[in-house]
């Protein structure tokens, strides 16, 4: 099993629907997660932290399930400007990315 | 100037010459991180420095030497590089080097020719 894994998509989701993605990771012993948006040939940057009892950031909202070892994020009513790469980041004694999930709005 | 900065943005050399990339965070961080990105690839963490200390070093060959010459600056010596070197070079910060987020600079797209 890979130490983070995440469909990488693409997923090509109309304006206004809701859309949500997975992340898995291997080692239960992970204590930091999070979620990041890369858009095209810029910089990753932090989308937000996800927190053991889930957080909501406006239309973002994250979730931890520790005993199936996922993270998930929900985007709700979703805009063009949603469109990038969504990174899963798990931290343990090391910081591990996955490699991403692209997500296409379309208007 | 805020967050993290670096510089060139971009960069061309050829196998053989040496060039430095270098990082500057205005954040008050205490851990400083190079990153590589590949095209179709997840980031690959290269280098940690805490504390102006190297912690992690993440089997990079040694064309590449990493500087950290106080917890607000961080460079990346790059010398006798190969072609499949060509991705974009990521640095960045974080408060402390466990638990925190980190914050990334724009990036040096570097071609190797």
């Known amino acids: 099993r890979k130490e983070v894994e995440q469909d990488p998509g693409p997923f090509n989701v109309p304006e206004g629907a809701t859309v949500a993605f997975n992340c898995t990771y291997s080692?239960?012993?992970?204590?930091?997660f999070f979620w990041y948006r890369q858009d095209c040939r810029k910089e990753p940057k932090l989308l937000m932290s996800v927190y053991s009892s889930g957080n909501e950031d406006g239309r973002f909202t994250a979730q931890l399930n520790r005993a199936s070892q996922y993270i998930s994020l929900l985007i709700r009513d979703s805009k063009l400007s949603d469109s990038a790469t969504y990174l899963c980041?798990?931290?343990?004694?090391?910081?591990?990315f996955g490699k991403g999930t692209r997500l296409h709005i379309l208007p | 100037e805020t967050g993290v900065t670096q510089t060139p943005r971009h960069l061309v050399m050829g196998m053989t010459n040496k060039k430095s990339l270098k990082c500057e965070q205005h954040l008050g961080h205490n851990a400083m991180y190079w990153y590589k990105q590949s095209a179709k690839k997840p980031l690959e963490l290269m280098f940690v420095?805490?504390?102006?200390?190297?912690?992690e070093n993440n089997s990079v060959p040694s064309r590449f030497s990493p500087e950290c010459p106080n917890s607000s600056h961080l460079f990346l010596h790059l010398h006798t590089l190969q072609p499949e070197d060509s991705a974009l070079y990521l640095c960045?910060?974080?408060?402390?080097?466990?638990?925190?987020?980190?914050?990334f600079g724009p990036g040096t797209r570097l071609t190797v020719t």
């Open positions: 420095y805490s504390l102006e200390e190297r912690v």
């Open positions: 980041v798990v931290r343990d004694d090391k910081i591990i």
């Open positions: 960045a910060s974080s408060q402390t080097r466990t638990g925190y987020e980190q914050y």
């Open positions: 080692n239960s012993a992970s204590q930091s």
